[in-house]
């Protein structure tokens, strides 16, 4: 009668510990933290708050450009004249008001570069929004993950406290060894030992979590059965998509046309500006009186001419940068796009790794319910499932991160470009 409970308890204990997984490991994009907190993590990230101020700088600093660096000058001109045949005296002076101009489509080339600064700085805070977004979904991932291996090794301990007790009732009561008493409460020691591992690599990534994403909470699962699902639309259309959306590219572009707008406005500057004023002078006391106009002309120079030069490699440079982010990004597509085919393929084998070993344990519960094993045979068939089913959780929150990254890279989530 003994033995007979000690078989129904045992068939509940690995109940407990392996039910099945395909359905909790899983769970639906609202595990996700709720936008509005996303948004303002991200809002006062201090990557994008710095990112913010230089945007600010330059926005500053594309008036000054749109402005130009022309000023008026006054200049006043104090001076004594003596006379010696006859002696006198005169006091004498001039004032001039002077401005140099700008010529040759100067003006409008730097409208056109404080435009492009424009639009650099501004993609420069969307580019910082979409990176912080990314560090988020990271460590969110990364607190999931140690969540999944906690919540495993929490019922794995409770399963093995649960089958020592047993067997160290069947220990008192004959039915069993003393090998299998040691047996079953160093597989409780070992669990535990493995739980508190699994508590304090939750508690580190939640904490780094919370310290550089504050206010995101805790990331919660839900019960949805499905693996993610690959996109409907083909991988070159994505492909093709996921480099023009990039912020990374877009900025990269908008940095080629400034340097292509400075270039030109460099070499325009090989053409010197005059300055041109209007003076009055007085001499003899008030005596004369002379009203002019003046026009100053500075000599090009070797400076200006290598100023154009380097310019231009600078564009040359850029366009060459544009051109390596668009082929790093048709590569970092291809990788994610592959990551996410890989990662469901994947989950899907585990799941049927789980079933199978599942199986397997059961028939080493039979066994030894018969007499035809020992307790090492059947832990040794139940570590193998908890390994089975921490494999499974674990890919399929790869899966979903996998979805994840790839549906914020292609903007279709978090998307703060307003």
Same mark, same amino acid.
């Given at each position: 009668?003994?033995?007979?409970?000690?078989?129904?308890?045992?068939?509940?204990?690995?109940?407990?510990?392996?039910?099945?997984?395909?359905?909790?490991?899983?769970?639906?994009?609202?595990?996700?933290?709720?936008?509005?907190?996303?948004?303002?993590?991200?809002?006062?990230?201090?990557?994008?708050?710095?990112?913010? $101020?230089?945007?600010?700088?330059?926005?500053?600093?594309?008036?000054?450009?749109?402005?130009?660096?022309?000023?008026?000058?006054?200049?006043?001109?104090?001076?004594?004249?003596?006379?010696?045949?006859?002696?006198? &005296?005169?006091?004498? #002076?001039?004032?001039?008001?002077?401005?140099?101009?700008?010529?040759?489509?100067?003006?409008?080339?730097?409208?056109?570069?404080?435009?492009?600064?424009?639009?650099?700085?501004?993609?420069?805070?969307?580019?910082?929004?979409?990176?912080?977004?990314?560090?988020?979904?990271?460590?969110?991932? #990364? =607190?999931?993950?140690?969540?999944?291996?906690?919540?495993?090794?929490?019922?794995?301990?409770?399963?093995?406290?649960?089958?020592?007790?047993?067997?160290?009732? &069947?220990?008192?009561?004959?039915?069993?060894?003393?090998?299998?008493?040691?047996?079953?409460?160093?597989?409780? *020691?070992?669990?535990?030992? *493995?739980?508190?591992?699994?508590?304090?690599?939750?508690?580190?990534?939640?904490?780094?979590?919370?310290?550089?994403?504050?206010?995101?909470?805790?990331?919660?699962?839900?019960?949805?059965?499905?693996?993610? *699902?690959?996109?409907?639309?083909?991988?070159?259309?994505?492909?093709?998509?996921?480099?023009?959306?990039?912020?990374?590219?877009?900025?990269?572009?908008?940095?080629?046309?400034?340097?292509?707008?400075?270039?030109?406005?460099?070499?325009?500057?090989? &053409?010197?500006?005059?300055?041109?004023?209007?003076?009055?002078?007085?001499?003899?006391?008030?005596?004369?009186?002379?009203?002019?106009?003046?026009?100053?002309?500075?000599?090009?120079?070797?400076?200006?001419?290598?100023? *154009?030069?380097?310019?231009?490699?600078?564009?040359?440079?850029?366009?060459?940068?544009?051109?390596?982010?668009?082929?790093?990004?048709?590569?970092?597509?291809?990788?994610?796009?592959?990551?996410?085919?890989?990662?469901?393929?994947? $989950?899907?084998?585990?799941?049927?790794?789980?079933?199978?070993?599942?199986?397997?344990?059961?028939?080493?519960?039979?066994?030894?319910?018969?007499?035809?094993? #020992?307790?090492?045979?059947?832990? =040794?068939?139940?570590?193998?499932?908890?390994?089975?089913?921490?494999?499974?959780?674990?890919?399929?929150?790869?899966?979903?991160?996998?979805?994840?990254?790839?549906?914020?890279?292609?903007?279709?989530?978090?998307?703060?470009?307003?």
């Amino acid at each position: 009668m003994r033995l007979d409970l000690f078989r129904i308890a045992l068939a509940g204990v690995s109940a407990v510990l392996f039910w099945s997984t395909a359905v909790q490991a899983q769970f639906s994009p609202s595990y996700l933290p709720a936008e509005n907190a996303v948004r303002e993590a991200v809002a006062q990230s201090p990557d994008v708050l710095t990112a913010e $101020a230089r945007r600010d700088a330059a926005l500053a600093r594309a008036e000054g450009i749109r402005a130009g660096t022309a000023e008026t000058v006054v200049r006043a001109i104090g001076q004594g004249r003596q006379v010696r045949d006859p002696s006198e &005296r005169h006091a004498e #002076g001039q004032i001039a008001v002077e401005r140099s101009l700008r010529l040759w489509g100067k003006a409008q080339a730097d409208g056109h570069l404080a435009d492009a600064a424009t639009e650099a700085g501004q993609l420069a805070v969307k580019d910082a929004r979409h990176e912080a977004s990314r560090q988020i979904l990271a460590l969110w991932f #990364g =607190a999931v993950r140690a969540g999944q291996a906690r919540q495993a090794a929490q019922e794995n301990a409770k399963a093995a406290a649960d089958l020592a007790t047993l067997t160290a009732r &069947r220990v008192q009561l004959g039915d069993a060894s003393r090998l299998d008493g040691e047996l079953a409460a160093a597989d409780r *020691a070992r669990m535990q030992a *493995a739980l508190a591992m699994a508590v304090s690599a939750e508690q580190a990534a939640q904490a780094e979590l919370q310290a550089r994403f504050p206010g995101l909470g805790h990331p919660a699962f839900g019960a949805d059965a499905a693996l993610p *699902a690959l996109p409907q639309d083909p991988p070159d259309r994505l492909r093709i998509r996921y480099i023009q959306d990039s912020h990374e590219y877009r900025l990269a572009m908008a940095e080629e046309a400034q340097a292509l707008q400075m270039a030109k406005r460099a070499d325009l500057e090989r &053409r010197p500006d005059p300055t041109v004023g209007m003076f009055v002078t007085v001499e003899r006391g008030g005596a004369e009186r002379i009203m002019g106009v003046s026009v100053a002309m500075p000599l090009g120079s070797a400076h200006r001419r290598s100023a *154009a030069v380097a310019a231009a490699a600078d564009a040359e440079a850029a366009a060459r940068r544009r051109l390596g982010s668009e082929r790093r990004l048709g590569a970092e597509f291809d990788v994610l796009y592959g990551n996410l085919q890989g990662k469901r393929t994947s $989950a899907q084998a585990q799941m049927e790794a789980v079933t199978l070993q599942r199986s397997a344990s059961d028939r080493a519960t039979r066994a030894y319910r018969a007499g035809e094993s #020992g307790l090492a045979e059947l832990l =040794a068939a139940r570590r193998s499932l908890a390994d089975a089913v921490l494999a499974e959780r674990l890919a399929h929150v790869d899966a979903w991160e996998a979805d994840s990254r790839l549906q914020l890279d292609l903007h279709r989530m978090w998307d703060f470009d307003d």
